[in-house]
């Protein structure tokens, strides 16, 4: 069993190289990704609702990740109560809550008071919301059993309760019918590949909740507007009148450049799946061919792993025509993305894999979307078997760091023209470049240092 395991992985590693030495695309590439799964959080006063909606279900899903499919796609906030036992349980008097609950009305009024100012005002009121959206959050991860919902994915549950290893074959290129064997013989525990598709999948599961608040832009530029006229006909009551309608003339066009577009801030929760070899061996042994006791179990969890606040101003130069839903796409898919981007700089577990595209020169299909701005540092990973556990290791064999001159602009364009960018030679820039030793080889694998 050692040895097939031992030839399985040498193939796929050579399928990998001769894939990447192809020059396909980073996504035909045969890698493990982590997988993840995404959750929009609703209520009554989001502004704009449909459009958002629209353009959140649209959203281009992150290709560094599998996407994970549970039946769970969205909550409604304004449906989750907390109450007194829950509020004690977290060590919060319900006092504070209350306070917290009028700070993040006052958010909201702010932010539609100033521009200027509303930064400010989330860094204050934030944190408090941070801990009572978080403890709705969990509410609904137990509640849904969202744990249980997506290791049913995983293992591709039937409307029967059945499970089998399909799922687990097509992201990990596992041997389905032998893991399916094992476990019907109980020898789950002694099969290498059930724990290596355990720690290469189902520990790498991700679940993110996403709040927006979406800002128009006009009521806080016809506020700036106003205040700044008032200054200027109270400090220049003795100045010309020239230089008097200039300056107020200036406050108009400050004004018409501001007002078009929305301000978008969001709020990004993510969570892994917890899953170990204990986990395993209940499920494999207890839980497999017991679709009652699985619906029933209280054994899978999700932890918290971090939060990211966003905020992004979209607006346009006086004269360009977007349609609302360009603007509201255009907003969203940024933040979104530079929520991703954040939260896998201060989460090494979320960071993602990325395959060596090519080796002369070194580049990679990741680019701004991600962060990249230039001179970021990568780790260059090479997939190994541990002969004594039978689980895939991953060696760092060298490092590699982003050339400023080519970063691929992977960004979202709603409905945008984008100039196209070309290399030295006219072709199109459709990856990133990379400095890095002659050892790096097409079919390694990147993961950025923090």
């Given at each position: ?281 209940i499920f494999y042994n207890d839980l497999w061919s017991n679709p009652k006791a699985f619906d029933n179990s209280n054994l899978f969890s ?149």
């Amino acid at each position: 069993m050692q040895k097939l395991l031992t030839i399985f992985v040498t193939v796929l590693c050579l399928i990998i190289t001769t894939k990447a030495i192809s020059q396909e695309s980073a996504t035909d590439l045969k890698y493990r990704r982590s997988s993840l799964s995404m959750i929009i959080i609703e209520n009554k006063n989001l502004p704009n609702k449909d459009a958002v909606l629209s353009s959140w279900t649209n959203y281009p899903f992150p290709d560094k990740y599998n996407k994970h499919v549970t039946n769970l796609k969205s909550i409604n906030i304004d449906n989750i109560k907390l109450s007194e036992q829950e509020i004690e349980a977290a060590n919060l008097k319900k006092e504070k809550l209350n306070n917290g609950l009028q700070a993040g009305k006052t958010l909201n009024n702010a932010t539609s008071n100033k521009l200027s100012s509303s930064a400010n005002s989330v860094a204050g009121k934030l944190p408090m919301e941070k801990t009572e959206y978080q403890m709705m959050i969990d509410k609904v991860i137990t509640s849904e059993k969202l744990a249980n919902k997506l290791v049913a994915s995983w293992f591709n549950r039937s409307p029967d309760g059945k499970f089998n290893m399909k799922l687990i074959q097509e992201r990990g290129f596992y041997n389905a019918s032998e893991m399916e064997a094992g476990i019907a013989k109980g020898q789950a525990k002694g099969l290498a590949s059930l724990g290596d598709a355990g720690e290469e999948l189902l520990r790498n599961t991700f679940v993110t909740f996403t709040k927006l608040d979406f800002i128009e832009n006009e009521p806080a530029a016809l506020k700036a507007r106003d205040a700044a006229k008032k200054e200027i006909q109270e400090s220049m009551t003795n100045s010309p009148k020239l230089l008097v309608d200039k300056a107020l003339k200036g406050a108009d066009n400050a004004y018409d450049k501001a007002k078009e577009g929305y301000s978008l801030w969001s709020k990004t929760w993510l969570y892994q799946l917890k899953w170990n070899d204990s986990i395993a061996a209940i499920f494999y042994n207890d839980l497999w061919s017991n679709p009652k006791a699985f619906d029933n179990s209280n054994l899978f969890s999700l932890e918290f792993v971090g939060v990211q606040y966003n905020q992004s101003l979209v607006t346009f130069k006086i004269g360009e025509k977007r349609t609302q839903e360009q603007i509201i796409d255009l907003a969203l898919v940024r933040n979104v993305d530079n929520a991703f981007a954040e939260l896998q700089k201060e989460n090494e577990v979320f960071r993602p894999k990325v395959p060596v595209l090519s080796a002369d020169p070194i580049t990679a299909q990741i680019g701004m979307k991600e962060g990249l701005e230039g001179g970021e540092q990568f780790d260059v990973l090479e997939m190994v078997l541990n002969q004594k556990t039978g689980r895939t290791e991953y060696k760092v064999v060298g490092s590699a760091t982003v050339d400023k001159k080519i970063v691929w602009d992977n960004r979202y364009n709603a409905g945008d023209k984008s100039e196209v960018v070309l290399d030295k030679n006219g072709a199109p820039i459709t990856a990133t470049l990379f400095k890095g030793g002659k050892n790096i080889q097409p079919g390694m694998l990147l993961k950025q240092k923090r």
